[in-house]
């Protein structure tokens, strides 16, 4: 099966941009998303990349793939506190199940 | 707006006891996926379902967990017996054709004492 790994915690000065990252294993992903939870909430879908891109922005958010060494990143420029959650990637092959990773905690620092 | 409800918010029950948790999709979704977090274990998928048949439960533990779409505006998830290992959030999550874009209830906090 696929293993996402993500580092668990990041902390971010308000203001400065947040680079949160993953890697993953299965080389076969097409589509690649990011999740956010915020405090007694669900997860709500922010971006996806599909494998033949290297980068989509949207916003405040750059989401960038390096499917050679498996590893994507979400850039949050601006970072606000409302941006305070758990990051989630979840690398998919095709439509069918989602393989989510740890989880990043995004704290905010005043 | 749209959103996936599920009911309850909080459970809290003794061990041996009988849980139901239910969900009600987005109408016209026709994928839905039950998962369970907790902080040692993250988000594991328990089952999906499309088109309210069961697609895969390879993830649920099949002695106890049972999971059920009576039609299509209702999923059931169910432990019996209850243990105090079943402890975790449990949501419920839908889709229209897979996973491109889910959403996600609020979940129901579990607590088995």
């Known amino acids: 099966g696929e293993d996402v790994e993500q580092s668990l915690f990041l902390s971010v000065r308000e203001g400065d941009s947040s680079v949160i990252n993953c890697t993953y294993t299965?080389?076969?992903?097409?589509?690649l998303y990011w999740y956010k939870q915020e405090p007694g909430a669900g997860l709500q879908l922010l971006t996806y990349?599909?494998?033949?891109?290297d980068m989509k922005q949207d916003q405040r958010l750059t989401v960038l793939l390096n499917k050679k060494d498996k590893h994507l990143s979400l850039r949050i420029a601006d970072t606000q506190t409302g941006d305070s959650a758990i990051y989630f990637c979840a690398p998919t092959f095709g439509n069918e199940k989602l393989t989510f990773g740890t989880g990043t905690r995004l704290t905010i620092i005043p | 707006d749209a959103r996936v409800t599920q009911t309850p918010r909080h459970k809290v029950t003794e061990m041996g006891q009988e849980v139901t948790m239910r969900c009600q999709p987005i109408?016209?979704?026709?994928?839905v996926f039950w998962y369970r977090q907790t902080m040692m274990q993250g988000l594991e998928l328990l089952a999906y379902f499309r088109n309210r048949a069961p697609l895969d439960d390879s993830g649920m533990p099949k002695d106890r967990f049972s999971a059920e779409m009576p039609d299509a505006t209702l999923a059931t998830l169910k432990i019996q017996p209850s243990e105090p290992r079943d402890s975790a959030v449990y949501f419920c999550?839908?889709?229209?054709?897979?996973?491109?874009?889910?959403?996600f209830g609020s979940g129901t906090q579990l607590s088995v004492l």
């Open positions: 990349i599909f494998s033949n891109m």
């Open positions: 299965d080389s076969s992903s097409t589509y």
């Open positions: 109408l016209g979704h026709n994928t």
């Open positions: 999550a839908s889709g229209l054709d897979g996973v491109r874009e889910l959403f």
